[in-house]
């Protein structure tokens, strides 16, 4: 597109951008298109995007903003940023909601339209900040949005609701202005999304064109902006939310297992998009059924797992709650099992649609006797295909369930992901038996609880001749199988599930360390902090401080080093999205005094909140 004026562009090295809106105003939707558009251009990416927990919340209200945040870069990053470097906001609760995290400065696309006294008072705003002073310390572009989206799509003939509904693309075309981003996949995206209703499709591409000639026109926005291609890894890459990467991790796995999967699920948020997502995979081995409620689906998913298939499930935090018992049968039973868990705030309903990691304890302690499972956690949401692969590698390799826990942030949030090479994903191997496994010619029969060095059961096919066996929720005897209230008996079995989940330590890897492999202060934490605690820790040793990083993706059991690396540090710093729970597992099994970061407010940590503390202990081991 020829400029209709020559503005000066500047070369950035990343930027953060916030998009910011009611519900209905489609900010989810031009925030990962914006993304997209970034991504296509080869700048590294992370999001963020942040939903209303009320579904139809007043619109103008606080309760129903709903934000979406990306920052792109020329060089590797690991979180969606910080502070906001711009922000749109398209009413004044939105404004008001995000305005605490543009940094000074920054630049605040405002749609004045939207700022009558109606809507000032559905913000609980005592003065128009348009008007007050009180957005003096930033650069203000302040346009009737509304007014020109309806101008730009007037040919469309619309109605004044469905014009409206266009403006959103009004203010994606003028970001795509300001910072260099490219008109034609997204106008590529409208025709595909919308060409069934043409008057939409053009009304919809007249105002992304509108919006990005009114930022070449205007003389509110001298400037323009440009981010640089990222240097990455050579390869094939594609934009992929963790949700997305659960769902493919889970199918690579069933098909290199060689194995049918059975996915049952009921809906919840934020783990309802991985049933959504496979349910479009029908042309590999995988069924999906969504059952009447969560204790239905872990019986199904137990049920898979019985009759020789890949059971798997997926919730939050209160459907685990409901789900314990299952999880509890098939620790009984040893059936490969993986149940996910994308963590969101609690207790209760909680924060349905905000992030939290407060389900640790739950998953290593959350159900009755002595009951242990495997426990797995991506640590971004490329890593969510990876650890997917494994939880069921681990589960059949083990005879156990394996509890994925994923977190909101990482669920949403998106970045490239570099495709793997079939050749060097783990190949999955299933034995099951065919025939007896003791006795002699003339009385052979077969053990459905004898083990190997591992002390893993067969998997017995049910239907099998010769193989016929009892498993169940009452305690089995030894080997054999079955049903015993023999004292000694019961406490042999125990520990025996317990020393099978500590073998899995000898097919993990060892935990790595970022960093000096000794010195002042050791940064670890699991799940979706690794990208604020890695780009912390970066900061941090580029002043010169002795500080490195270790991230746990296995936690129970634990990498077989973890002892060793945590006592060749001074101090030990745990950040974590919840009360200090792995901060309290750690202390009680490797008795460091470690120090816990914590936060619980629906939100990842900043990498600045990080930053602080490590400075804080830094200077106190000097």
């Not at 934000?67 to 609760?93: H, K, W, Y």
């Not at 959103?168 to 919308?194: C, D, M, S």
Request: glycine letters at 10%; hydrophobic letters at 40%; charged letters at 20%.
């Amino acid at each position: 597109m020829t400029p209709l004026m020559d503005k000066p562009l500047v070369e950035l090295e990343q930027a953060t951008i916030g998009f910011c809106g009611d519900s209905g105003d489609g900010m989810q939707l031009i925030g990962t298109e914006f993304a997209s558009a970034s991504a296509n251009l080869g700048n590294d990416i992370s999001t963020f995007p942040d939903f209303p927990a009320e579904i139809r919340a007043p619109i103008g209200t606080l309760a129903g903003v709903s934000g979406f945040q990306v920052q792109f870069s020329s060089t590797e990053i690991f979180t969606p940023g910080d502070r906001l470097n711009a922000l749109v906001a398209m009413n004044p609760a939105a404004l008001k909601t995000r305005l605490k995290d543009v940094e000074p400065g920054g630049i605040l696309v405002i749609n004045k339209d939207a700022f009558g006294a109606g809507d000032l008072r559905k913000a609980n705003c005592i003065s128009n900040p348009l008007e007050d002073g009180s957005l003096a310390g930033y650069r203000v572009i302040s346009i009737p949005l509304t007014a020109l989206n309806r101008e730009a799509v007037a040919t469309q003939k619309l109605g004044t609701r469905d014009a409206d509904r266009c403006k959103n693309f009004f203010a994606l075309g003028l970001v795509f202005w300001l910072y260099e981003r490219p008109l034609a996949p997204t106008l590529k995206w409208i025709v595909e999304k919308f060409g069934k209703k043409e008057s939409v499709m053009l009304a919809n591409s007249a105002a992304l064109k509108a919006g990005y000639n009114y930022g070449e026109t205007t003389e509110l926005m001298p400037v323009h902006y440009h981010v640089a291609k990222a240097v990455l890894p050579p390869g094939k890459y594609r934009k992929i939310t963790g949700n997305e990467a659960l769902a493919l991790g889970l199918v690579t796995a069933a098909v290199q297992a060689d194995t049918q999967m059975l996915f049952a699920g009921y809906p919840i948020t934020p783990a309802s998009d991985i049933l959504h997502q496979l349910i479009g995979m029908k042309h590999y081995p995988v069924s999906c059924i969504q059952a009447e409620d969560e204790i239905a689906a872990i019986g199904m998913a137990i049920g898979a797992a019985f009759g020789g298939c890949l059971g798997v499930t997926a919730t939050s935090g209160p459907g685990i709650c409901l789900k314990s018992e299952g999880i509890g049968l098939a620790v009984m039973t040893e059936l490969p099992l993986v149940v996910i868990d994308v963590q969101r705030g609690g207790p209760s309903t909680g924060l349905p649609t905000k992030t939290e990691q407060a389900d640790l304890l739950q998953a290593m302690y959350g159900r009755n006797g002595e009951c242990p499972v495997c426990i797995v956690a991506p640590c971004s949401p490329g890593d969510c295909f990876t650890m997917a692969v494994e939880a069921v590698r681990l589960a059949v390799g083990h005879m156990t369930p394996v509890l994925l826990l994923s977190d909101g942030y990482l669920a949403n949030g998106a970045e490239p992901w570099l495709l793997p090479d079939p050749a060097q994903l783990p190949k999955i191997e299933i034995h099951h038996p065919t025939g007896p496994n003791a006795g002699s010619n003339g009385d052979a029969h077969f053990l459905p609880y004898k083990r190997d060095d591992q002390l893993v059961r067969p998997w017995a096919v049910p239907g099998t001749p010769g193989l016929e066996h009892r498993i169940g929720g009452i305690e089995k005897e030894q080997t054999t199988g079955n049903v015993s209230y023999d004292p000694e008996n019961h406490e042999r079995m125990v520990k025996c599930r317990a020393q099978k989940i500590a073998n899995i330590a000898n097919d993990i890897p060892l935990l790595e360390v970022s960093g000096p492999t000794e010195g002042d202060l050791l940064v670890i934490g699991w799940g979706g902090t690794y990208g604020s605690i890695a780009t912390a820790v970066q900061r941090a040793q580029r002043k010169g401080l002795s500080v490195a990083q270790a991230h746990l993706r296995y936690l129970n059991p634990m990498p077989r080093n973890i002892e060793k690396v945590l006592k060749s540090y001074k101090k030990v710093l745990i950040p974590e999205l919840n009360g200090g729970q792995l901060a309290h597992l750690l202390r009680a099994a490797f008795l460091v005094d470690a120090v816990s970061l914590t936060k619980v407010q629906g939100r990842p940590f900043q990498v600045s909140d990080i930053e602080t503390k490590i400075e804080e202990l830094t200077r106190t081991t000097l």
